[in-house]
């Protein structure tokens, strides 16, 4: 799909974008992100995480007339904030809905060898914490039990909860949610949906309460929830995809702006982006330097400022990692 405008201004674009994109989230560290990049006006670029179209705005802000910008997103909800525009524009935006994990097969579509930038804000839209009806959020008793970023296809969370054996769900819980009462709270489970199916977020709140400390029980909820969405979206392995593909698609010089919100996604994005590879396993050349085909742009990781984290609480979490693809 896409949408061309060459005789009005990005100005306009901006303008047809900023509503849709501060109603259906917030984009975390909106500037840095983008300055990671380094856009160059006439540059290929990738938003992989297209959401409200927040990160997207702006990157055709910086573009030029033979600058052109690829917007991925899996959820059919997005496509609401394609920027609607009525004439040609000298940027080419084009919108993909899929999941970023099929990056590389896209750009083959399109034709496209490399790329010079890729932006990804792999946090959960406040859109989807705030629609009650995608069930992503513990805050509504009687939500469905969903969490697919695409709900057109795929298992649910309900599904999830009553199909798995007891192991695989305390796996789940214990990787993906850091919890230590993991085996507990899966036999809970196991024994309770012999009784009666759990389906909305009310019936897995009112069984895993007992597991939860007061003082600790809406961050161990947080992260019951999390690792329900991980597993019903298959997140890790996308992700693992995606970071793949990037490094591959650089071009010499391209960057790669990556915005995580959980240690499992950082530490993923983390040894990438040091070493080349997902596991973080350092190669090493003759004289002890290390063969990575990225160098860090920021050795220390970026976070949001005070200000940003008191206007935006959600953003708190938010880790901010850029590299450079290295010339051969």
């Known amino acids: 799909m896409h949408f061309q405008e060459k005789s009005k201004s990005v100005i306009d674009i901006q303008e047809k974008m900023v509503s ?75 919108f993909v809905c899929s999941n970023f994990r ?8 399109y034709g496209i060898e490399h790329i010079d930038g ?19 959020s513990f805050r509504f008793n009687d939500a469905p039990l969903d969490m697919r970023m695409n709900n057109r296809a795929g298992r649910t969370a309900a599904d999830v909860l009553n199909t798995y054996d007891e192991e695989a769900l305390a796996d789940m819980f214990y990787v993906y949610g850091e919890l230590r009462n993991a085996k507990r709270i899966a036999a809970a489970i196991v024994s309770s949906r012999t009784r009666r199916s759990i389906r909305t977020s009310g019936d897995l709140k009112d069984l895993v309460e007992q597991f939860f400390k007061t003082e600790r029980a809406k961050k ?14 298959n997140e890790m392995q996308a992700l693992c995809e995606l970071l793949r593909a990037s490094v591959e ?15 499992l996604e950082d530490r993923m994005v983390k040894n990438i982006m040091k070493t080349g590879n997902i596991e973080g396993k350092v190669k090493q050349d003759l004289y002890g330097r290390i063969e990575s085909p990225l160098r ?23 880790k901010l990692r850029i590299a450079e693809k290295k010339a051969k």
Do not use: C
């Open 296 to 318: 860090l742009v920021n050795n220390k990781v970026i976070v949001p400022t005070d200000s940003e984290q008191n206007e935006n609480p959600r953003s708190r979490s938010a």
């Open 118 to 136: 890729l932006l990804a804000d792999l946090g959960v839209s406040s859109h989807h914490f705030d629609d009650k009806t995608r069930g992503f």
């Open 102 to 109: 099929y990056l590389k097969n896209w750009m083959m579509y």
């Open 249 to 263: 698609l650089l071009a010499p010089g391209g960057r790669l702006s990556v915005i995580t919100y959980h240690s």
């Open 20 to 94: 849709t994109a501060e109603s259906y989230h917030t984009p975390v560290m909106l500037n840095e992100s983008v300055d990671g990049l380094n856009i160059k006006p006439g540059g290929i670029y990738v938003d992989a995480t297209f959401g409200g179209g927040g990160h997207s705005k702006e990157i055709l802000a910086r573009l030029n007339g033979n600058g052109r910008l690829f917007g991925f997103d899996q959820d059919a909800d997005t496509e609401a904030n394609i920027p609607k525009l009525e004439n040609e524009s000298a940027e080419e935006f084009t």
């Open 220 to 233: 161990d909820m947080a992260r019951l929830f999390q690792a329900l969405r991980i597993e019903v979206n």
